[in-house]
C-alpha cells in the first residue's frame, strides 16, 4: 500500500497541482479571462447560469465537509494525508464557483440567500446521505459515497459543461478543466483504496450499496429536474456560441452526444447514461454491485 499511497503524497499534489496545471492561473482561469458581456446582460442567461453555478458551490461544499470529515476516520497516515490534498482541493472549487456567482453579478451578501433560493432539493438530499455517514466517522462508506459517486458524478458534469462552454464561454470552461483533473485524481484514489477495505470487511456491502442507491436516485432526480423546461435557455446559450466562435468548431460531440443539437431530454439522457456507466464500472473494480435506484419522474 505504500507504494500506492506515495502517488497521492502532498509532495505529488504540489508537484501536479500548484505547480503544474493550476500555476498561473486566477480563480482557475487565465488571467484577464471574464464573463461573456451576452451573459452577463441577458437577465435570463445570466439567471440560468447562476442557477448552473449554484448547484456547483452546493455539491463542492458537500465535497469539502465530507473530505475534510473523513481526514480523522481514515485507519492510516497516508490516506489522512491525501484527504488534506482533497480537502484543499475541494476548497478551491467551493472558492472559484462561488467567485463565479460574484463575476455574474451576486452580491456578497446576498450569496447565502442566492444559495437557498436556486439549491436543489434533490442535490441537497444527495449530500445529506453522504454527510450521514461521513457524521458517523463511516470512513469505508465515506470514501465510496465521496470518491465515486460524489465525485463520479462531478467529473461527468463538469466534463459536459466544459465541453458545451468551450465556444461561449472560455473563462467557464477553463475553470472547470482544472477541476476535471481534481476529481480524475480524487476518484482514482478512492477506487484504489477502498478496494482492499471491501475485500477486508464484505459485511458492509449491503450497506454500502443501499446508500449509493439512495445517492443514486436524488442524483437522477437532480438531472431531470435540472434539464427539464430548459430548451429556451439552451437555445440562446447556443446562439451565444455561435456568434462568438464564428462559426468555427459549433458541432460538439460528447460521448457520442451532438450538444449543439440535442435537446434537453437527449443531454439529460447522455449525462445519466456516462454516470450510471462510470458507476457500475468502478463500484465493480471495488467489489460493490451497482444498485438501480427507481427512476425519478
Not at 449554484?54 to 465530507?66: I, N, S
Request: aromatic share 8%.
Amino acid at each position: 500500500m505504500a507504494d500506492f499511497l506515495s502517488q497521492y503524497s502532498i509532495q505529488r499534489w504540489l508537484e501536479m497541482c500548484p505547480q503544474g496545471y493550476l500555476a498561473d492561473t486566477v480563480y482557475g482561469h487565465e488571467p484577464g479571462e471574464t464573463e461573456p458581456e451576452e451573459v452577463v446582460d441577458n437577465e435570463h442567461l445570466r439567471e440560468e447560469s447562476i442557477r448552473t453555478t449554484v448547484q456547483l458551490v452546493v455539491g463542492e461544499r458537500c465535497a469539502l465537509a465530507a473530505s475534510s470529515g473523513l481526514i480523522n476516520a481514515a485507519p492510516d497516515h497516508g490516506s489522512k494525508r491525501f484527504l488534506a490534498t482533497q480537502t484543499l482541493d475541494e476548497a478551491r472549487h467551493v472558492e472559484i464557483f462561488t467567485q463565479r456567482l460574484y463575476d455574474l453579478g451576486v452580491a456578497k451578501d446576498d450569496l447565502e440567500s442566492t444559495l437557498d433560493t436556486y439549491a436543489n432539493p434533490n442535490l441537497v438530499k444527495f449530500a445529506e446521505v453522504l454527510l450521514e455517514k461521513v457524521d458517523a466517522g463511516d470512513f469505508i462508506a465515506g470514501v465510496v459515497g465521496q470518491n465515486i459517486v460524489l465525485e463520479g458524478m462531478a467529473f461527468s458534469v463538469f466534463e459536459m459543461l466544459e465541453a458545451v462552454s468551450r465556444g461561449s464561454n472560455p473563462k467557464f470552461a477553463n475553470t472547470l478543466t482544472g477541476t476535471i483533473a481534481d476529481e480524475r485524481r480524487h476518484v482514482g484514489f478512492g477506487e484504489n483504496r477502498i478496494g482492499s477495505l471491501i475485500r477486508e470487511h464484505p459485511e458492509r456491502k449491503s450497506d454500502i450499496e443501499r446508500m449509493q442507491q439512495e445517492m443514486t436516485y436524488h442524483m437522477l432526480a437532480t438531472f431531470a429536474d435540472s434539464f427539464s423546461g430548459n430548451a429556451d435557455a439552451m437555445e440562446e446559450t447556443r446562439r451565444i456560441g455561435e456568434d462568438m466562435s464564428a462559426g468555427e468548431g459549433d458541432d460538439v460531440e460528447w460521448h457520442g452526444t451532438n450538444l449543439a443539437t440535442a435537446s434537453p431530454e437527449e443531454l439529460e439522457g447522455v449525462l445519466s447514461d456516462t454516470v450510471l456507466a462510470e458507476f457500475k464500472t468502478r463500484l465493480g473494480r471495488i467489489g460493490i454491485e451497482y444498485q438501480s435506484p427507481t427512476v425519478p419522474v
